[in-house]
């Protein structure tokens, strides 16, 4: 098989199959997927301004929940 990024033979512990895209090594799917700006299926580099900073405070609000020692964890919006 061919990596379907770079198209040099991919074999061993150095290959994986992406889905949507086939055959790949696993440094060059994590090139293309920082290069993309993909994380999970969100593409970042697609949201307008505003679902952006949406995604931001929702980012920042499970930070803060995760760094609190509370007992009780409520979500704190800004």
Request: proline letters at 0%.
């Amino acid at each position: 098989m061919r990596c379907e990024i770079c198209n040099e033979c991919v074999f061993g512990e150095d290959g994986i199959t992406v889905l949507g895209i086939g055959a790949a090594h696993v440094a060059c799917f994590e090139m293309e997927k920082n290069i993309r700006r993909e994380f999970g299926n969100i593409n970042i580099s697609r949201l307008n301004d505003e679902d952006f900073n949406d995604l931001y405070d929702m980012v920042m609000a499970e930070r803060n929940v995760r760094a609190s020692n509370f007992e009780e964890k409520s979500i704190e919006l800004f």
